[in-house]
């Protein structure tokens, strides 16, 4: 019954890794990066649709990205979608294809995308403790119901919290990398 507890715990503390890893993946570095798009949702005939579903997104060149829509006609409702998003690109099209020029990130934006990624990776540590202390609490449950004794809900309990140092790890090591390909020139 623990060890289900604890695989349980183990899985979705790794989902809140990848879910948090992916979450980087759409920060604006100074490379082209199609993940960068994942965020995008055109109005497709009224319907919201990620950008992804769509066209196809290339990088040609590392500060290019081309989107081929799979219907031309859409091509003016990508281009407003890009406007608007939060990753301050400016699109141009020549009736086929949209061009995504990445441009130079100034100092200060660095320093902005930083903090950006500091906070998705604090969320990430959140998720990654919320999942300890409802495996926790289903370990005290377990004692109360008297089906655990008292040293195995303690011994479950250091390795619950022994997983969660792991993951928080990987989080903070995700992190690292991020900030210094973020802070690269």
Do not use: W
Request: overall charge negative.
């Amino acid at each position: 019954m623990i060890e289900e507890l604890l695989d349980d715990a183990k899985r979705r503390m790794d989902k809140s890794v990848e879910a948090t890893a992916h979450e980087f993946n759409t920060i604006r570095t100074g490379r082209a990066s199609a993940a960068l798009l994942d965020r995008v949702k055109v109005d497709y005939y009224g319907q919201e649709t990620p950008l992804n579903q769509l066209s196809t997104i290339n990088v040609p060149e590392p500060r290019l990205l081309t989107i081929q829509p799979y219907d031309p006609s859409s091509i003016k409702a990508i281009e407003r979608a890009l406007q608007e998003s939060e990753l301050g690109l400016t699109p141009s099209n020549d009736g086929k294809i949209v061009r995504l020029p990445i441009p130079q990130l100034t100092e200060e934006r660095r320093k902005e995308l930083v903090k950006v990624v500091r906070h998705l990776a604090e969320e990430g540590r959140v998720a990654v403790r919320n999942v300890r202390r409802d495996c926790m609490h289903h370990l005290k449950e377990l004692v109360r119901t008297g089906d655990v004794g008292d040293d195995e809900e303690r011994r479950a309990e250091e390795r619950a919290q022994k997983l969660t140092d792991e993951h928080v790890a990987k989080i903070d090591e995700i992190l690292k990398r991020k900030e210094e390909e973020i802070m690269e020139v």
